[in-house]
């Protein structure tokens, strides 16, 4: 039985797709939850996956078109998949595991055709959880999940993580907490009364939205 992480849909990019999704990557595409989820809403005729780990990857086979197993970094994915082809790439929860991730969303960039949109989802490195074990318990340990994964290479913040978007000459759109507050939340009330300035210390993930202008 699969660990539902890689098993989950990420729903919250839905309501940020392209109008048209015809051909889409998923990096670190799991089990293919999210490319199902997509797939549901468009008319895609091919799906590519990236997924390193190898028993994932083979639950994940029979959901796409292409298949590339081990570290996206090494995949030749330019020797089949032509520049300006693709109507959406995922990168979610995959960047910060990567040693030179800016290389890597500048090569997705350019296979992204014109109004083709690139989402990318990374840890919040400024989440006051962290920063509060760090200044008070000189805590900075590594796990085995969450912030301080012990596979996470690269840390970012709001800035660095639209920064990371568009190193490829993408165009940012917006950039989101992954989680969204609701009411009776107490950070719900923690947003409104400080008319959104605490989102960067409350926000555990940022999803960012680039897209490839005309």
């Known amino acids: 039985m699969l660990d539902r992480?890689?098993?989950?849909?990420?729903t919250e990019v839905l309501p940020f797709l392209?109008?048209?999704?015809?051909?889409?990557?998923?990096?670190?595409?799991?089990?293919?939850?999210?490319?199902r989820a997509v797939a549901a809403r468009h008319?895609?005729?091919?799906?590519?996956?990236?997924?390193?780990?190898?028993?994932?990857?083979?639950q994940?086979?029979?959901?796409?078109?292409?298949?590339?197993?081990?570290?996206?970094?090494?995949?030749?994915?330019?020797?089949?998949?032509a520049p300006g082809s693709l109507d959406l790439v995922l990168c979610l929860d995959v960047?910060?595991?990567?040693?030179?991730?800016?290389?890597?969303?500048?090569?997705?960039?350019?296979?992204?055709?014109p109004g083709g949109r690139l989402i990318v989802s990374v840890p919040n490195i400024r989440h006051w959880k962290f920063i509060w074990r760090l200044l008070v318990k000189g805590d900075?340990?590594?796990?085995d999940a969450g912030l301080l994964d012990r596979t996470h290479l690269r840390f970012f913040v709001k800035e660095t993580a639209a920064e990371l978007a568009t190193v490829g000459g993408l165009t940012l759109v917006g950039v989101h907490s992954v989680q969204r507050f609701r009411f009776p939340d107490a950070r719900w009330l923690l947003m409104g009364l400080s008319f959104g300035r605490l989102e960067t210390l409350l926000?555990?993930?940022?999803?960012?939205?680039?897209?490839?202008?005309?």
């Open 5 to 10: 992480y890689y098993d989950t849909a990420r």
């Open 18 to 35: 392209p109008a048209r999704v015809t051909r889409l990557l998923d990096v670190g595409c799991g089990a293919g939850a999210t490319t």
């Open 43 to 58: 008319a895609v005729a091919w799906k590519g996956g990236i997924e390193y780990v190898d028993a994932v990857a083979a």
């Open 60 to 81: 994940a086979e029979p959901h796409f078109d292409r298949l590339w197993r081990g570290d996206a970094q090494a995949a030749a994915l330019e020797a089949e998949i």
């Open 95 to 113: 960047l910060e595991h990567m040693a030179d991730p800016w290389t890597m969303v500048k090569r997705l960039s350019a296979l992204l055709a």
């Open 140 to 143: 900075f340990r590594y796990r």
């Open 203 to 214: 926000a555990k993930q940022w999803l960012v939205v680039a897209e490839r202008k005309s």
